[in-house]
């Protein structure tokens, strides 16, 4: 029997890599694969598509304004007095709706006029009557966040319409105070009718006035007590 032969595959021993192990270490990592290309080109594209559908938006909601803007010029709510035949045309279909108005002919010559939610309408005015109590001060600081003010009492008419709605109410801030030289002015810079309104008590410097019926009593501002505010109603 012949003797076993053991052939051996011997390479030359690359000595630069046996003194870089750093080189080792490199061969060793993982290598950029097509799925992760695949995966940052879809993300780039939906980075993409997400930026141009906010400036989509962005550009719908100008468009959207500007058109509310145009509609308001064309039909201006409070006087409702259109230039254009789409104006008219809105205007006649926003009475018609509104204001109940059947014929075509009274519908061109006509309007009406509405108050906002729980405000009460008399005349060209709304008013709204509080239920809970607070200084004179914070009471018209409550009416102007309203977009209103302290009542003004202008006339018996509307002295009477304020004694209905306020059922029996005893005392109602109104917007009447005294100036420094103790002289009874309302909230919005007119004198104060002696004649229609009667002020009980002593009158100071720094008074405000709480109605009760007729009569105005003078009273010191930092007392509480119900109110009533007043604004412009709106016409249509």
Same mark, same amino acid.
């Given at each position: 029997?012949?003797? !076993?032969?053991?052939?051996?595959? *011997?390479?030359?021993?690359?000595?630069?890599?046996?003194?870089?192990?750093? %080189?080792? #270490?490199?061969?060793?990592?993982? $290598?950029?694969?097509?799925?992760?290309?695949?995966?940052?080109? /879809? !993300?780039?594209? +939906?980075?993409? #598509?997400? *930026?141009? %559908?906010?400036?989509?938006?962005?550009?719908?909601?100008?468009? #959207?304004?500007? %058109?509310?803007?145009?509609?308001?010029?064309?039909?201006?709510?409070r006087t409702c007095s259109p230039e254009t035949e789409l104006g008219i045309e809105y205007c006649q279909t926003l009475r018609r709706f509104l204001c109940k108005i059947n014929d075509s002919y009274s519908i061109e010559n006509s309007s009406c006029r509405f108050c906002?939610?729980? @405000?009460?309408?008399?005349?060209?005015?709304?008013?709204?009557?509080?239920?809970?109590?607070? %200084?004179?001060?914070?009471?018209?600081?409550?009416?102007?966040? $309203?977009?209103?003010?302290?009542?003004?009492?202008?006339?018996?008419?509307? #002295?009477?319409?304020?004694?209905?709605?306020?059922?029996? !109410? $005893?005392?109602? @801030?109104?917007?009447?105070?005294?100036?420094? /030289?103790?002289?009874?002015?309302?909230?919005?810079?007119?004198? +104060?009718?002696?004649?229609?309104?009667?002020?009980?008590?002593?009158?100071?410097?720094?008074?405000?006035?709480?109605?009760?019926?007729?009569?105005?009593?003078?009273?010191?501002?930092?007392?509480?007590?119900? @109110?009533?505010?007043?604004?412009?109603?709106?016409? *249509?």
């Amino acid at each position: 029997m012949e003797d !076993a032969q053991c052939y051996f595959n *011997v390479r030359p021993v690359d000595h630069q890599r046996r003194r870089n192990p750093a %080189t080792q #270490m490199g061969d060793l990592l993982p $290598k950029p694969c097509h799925s992760h290309l695949l995966i940052s080109g /879809a !993300a780039s594209i +939906l980075i993409l #598509m997400l *930026v141009g %559908t906010v400036a989509i938006l962005g550009i719908w909601a100008l468009q #959207m304004k500007e %058109t509310l803007n145009a509609m308001r010029e064309t039909c201006a709510f409070r006087t409702c007095s259109p230039e254009t035949e789409l104006g008219i045309e809105y205007c006649q279909t926003l009475r018609r709706f509104l204001c109940k108005i059947n014929d075509s002919y009274s519908i061109e010559n006509s309007s009406c006029r509405f108050c906002p939610e729980n @405000w009460l309408l008399h005349e060209d005015k709304c008013f709204w009557v509080s239920k809970i109590k607070q %200084t004179w001060n914070n009471s018209q600081k409550d009416c102007k966040e $309203k977009d209103a003010q302290l009542v003004v009492v202008q006339g018996q008419e509307e #002295m009477d319409f304020i004694q209905n709605i306020t059922e029996g !109410a $005893k005392l109602l @801030w109104i917007g009447l105070a005294t100036s420094p /030289a103790g002289n009874w002015t309302w909230v919005d810079g007119s004198p +104060l009718n002696h004649t229609l309104l009667q002020v009980q008590g002593e009158s100071q410097a720094h008074s405000c006035g709480m109605l009760k019926r007729n009569k105005v009593i003078s009273e010191a501002c930092s007392a509480v007590t119900k @109110w009533i505010c007043e604004k412009d109603s709106l016409l *249509v």
